[in-house]
């Protein structure tokens, strides 16, 4: 047999690992934008436990940078837990001039004893904080507020803040905290009880998306009943927004509704948090 062919022979007999093969490229890890605003923060953070009814809550705080007292933000997660998004809010809010708290209302729920971080999935996250009980959730809360208007930054005045079922929290706060600045409601529902409503001392703004039916649809009815009740009740909804757009309005492949939802809701937000701070 001549050489040439024995050797094209060879080629196609041997082993695929002995033969020349291009290098596989490694793959790109793409980092959650959430967590690389946290690390690239200027701004001091750090985590405190507060004892809450039967439970320690473990919470996030995020300060600004200036020398004068500030109001506080209580800031309630989505369902699925204190995620680093949810954290970046409680950094934005101190860079706009604000001490805020972001308590992980699933501390000692998960794996061992765990918090958040230590949920298999978010799934598992969601089903679990379906499990809290209302009322001691309610009673964890006060004790988070009343711990970050004693810090030393703040000026004594607290107002909450929540997105999807911290939206909802956030609601129900504002009905068990008397002296509250101002509830923040992020495509949260509202309570039905005329009783509750009538606790109320602050003014309630919503945040809702037009393309979150589930939602948005009971927000005349909220509207109405806050008007009964003789409170303050102010929603925008926003033109084709969807559940979560103030999440979703950042991602990369966001839609342009969403894009504007977030940014109209960020500016309308920190006007009325200066509105606040101002009376």
Known sequence: MQLFPLLLTLAFVLP??????????????????????????????????????????????????????????????????????????????????????????????????????TFQTSD?????????????????????????????ACDGTVSVAGFCWGGSKSFDFATRRKGLKAAFVF?????????ALAKIECPVYGFYGESDARITEGVSATAQAMKEAGKTFEPEIYAGAGHGFMRSGE????????????ADAWARWKKLLAGSSAK
Do not use: M
Not at 74 to 97: K, S, T, Y
Not at 187 to 195: K, V
Not at 251 to 262: E, F, G, L, Y
């Open 16 to 117: 695929q690992s002995t033969r020349e093969r291009a290098p596989t490229p490694e793959p790109t890890a793409t980092k959650d934008p959430a967590l690389e605003r946290l690390e690239k923060s200027p701004r001091h953070h750090e985590w405190v436990d507060i004892q809450g009814q039967e439970r320690k809550v473990h919470c996030f705080v995020a300060y600004p940078e200036l020398k004068q007292k500030v109001p506080a933000v209580l800031v309630i997660h989505e369902n699925r837990g204190l995620n680093d998004w949810a954290r970046a809010i409680a950094d934005d809010l101190a860079a706009a001039g604000y001490v805020a708290i972001a308590p992980d209302l699933l501390s000692g729920k998960g794996p061992d004893g765990g918090h958040t971080p």
């Open 124 to 152: 598992a996250a969601r089903e679990a904080i379906y499990t809290l009980d209302a009322d001691a959730v309610g009673v964890e809360l006060n004790a988070i507020a009343d711990h970050v208007a004693k810090l030393a």
């Open 187 to 195: 495509y949260g529902s509202a309570t039905e009880d005329a009783a």
């Open 251 to 262: 991602a990369a492949d966001a839609s342009d509704a969403n894009k504007k939802a977030r």
